[in-house]
């Protein structure tokens, strides 16, 4: 656990479809899938590859010439690349910005993430297929990101982060006092005086009790804490599924449009 952090340095099917990336069995075909592909990265593709920013969740009527008009603003842009079907031409809904200045890709970087363009709110990350050791790409069932309804959701990055894994601090084995050494004084007659035995009734009382109390109200802090920790993650859960619920939906209602209008050409 000391190494562990929220975003993956290396990319690990097996722990980026964990939720805290500690799982050691594949819970999906797509995992298995991933562990077993051997992917090299495109060849074709050329620029800088730290100089290079992904931006998905794009809408389908978006153009180069938009891009550009949006990420100019953080500085200058050496090359635009929109992701196009080849058979149709149609966008797939992503694309490749390289800067100039890695000052220019920090800030984009930073400011750009969630802005929307086209009534679609965009998601943007550093590229990761040349500069991620070990990168699987979705279509192979790696990647980052994905959908619940899937149950392929994947871990680690920008937009999914690991969790921090949960804990238990250990509980102490003394719980009621028992262990301690004290000394027990007894009667010359062999049985134990009354005075002594009330009087190491009431400090063994007075050490066991508070001792007890802090443990019970650790117990409930940890469990509110708990509880709190779990309704925040649900309500985060449940806007992240209406986001991308609204997000296909939109994407269908541009896709079936834009069919209708090209039908009607």
């Known amino acids: 656990m000391a190494d562990w952090a929220p975003i993956a340095k290396e990319y690990d099917p097996l722990k980026a479809g964990s939720i805290d990336g500690t799982d050691e069995e594949p819970h999906d075909r797509a995992i298995w899938r991933a562990m ?7 060849k074709g593709v050329t620029g800088d590859p730290h100089l290079t920013l992904f931006v998905a969740r794009l809408n389908l009527q978006t153009t180069e010439e938009k891009l550009k008009e949006v990420f100019s603003r953080y ?13 149709t031409g149609f966008s797939k809904g992503y694309a490749f910005i390289e800067y100039k200045e890695e000052r220019a890709l920090l800030k984009a970087h930073r400011d750009a993430n969630r802005l929307v363009i086209d009534q679609h709110e965009i998601f943007v990350d550093f590229e990761l297929e040349r ?27 920008r937009d999914r982060p690991f969790r921090k894994p949960i804990n238990l601090p250990n509980m102490k084995n003394d719980f009621y006092g028992e262990g301690s050494s004290e000394k027990r004084n007894w009667s010359r007659e062999g049985t134990r005086d009354w005075r002594t035995r009330d009087r190491d009734h009431e400090r063994s009382r007075d050490k066991r009790w508070p001792e007890r109390e802090r ?7 940890e469990r509110e804490r708990d509880s709190k920790e779990e309704r925040s993650r649900g ?16 994407r269908d209602r541009d896709t079936k449009k834009q069919r209708d209008d090209d039908k009607h050409r």
Not at 78 to 84: A, D, M
């Open 75 to 87: 500085g200058d842009i050496r090359k635009v690349r929109l992701v196009r079907d080849l058979v």
């Open 215 to 221: 443990s019970w109200a650790w117990g409930d802090g």
């Open 36 to 42: 077993l592909a051997r992917y090299v990265p495109n």
């Open 235 to 250: 309500r985060e859960r449940k806007d992240r599924d209406r986001k991308d619920r609204d997000r296909d939906r939109s």
């Open 131 to 157: 500069t991620l050791k070990g990168w699987i790409p979705r279509r192979l069932g790696g990647g980052f990101g994905g959908k619940k309804e899937s149950g392929q959701l994947r871990f680690g990055g």
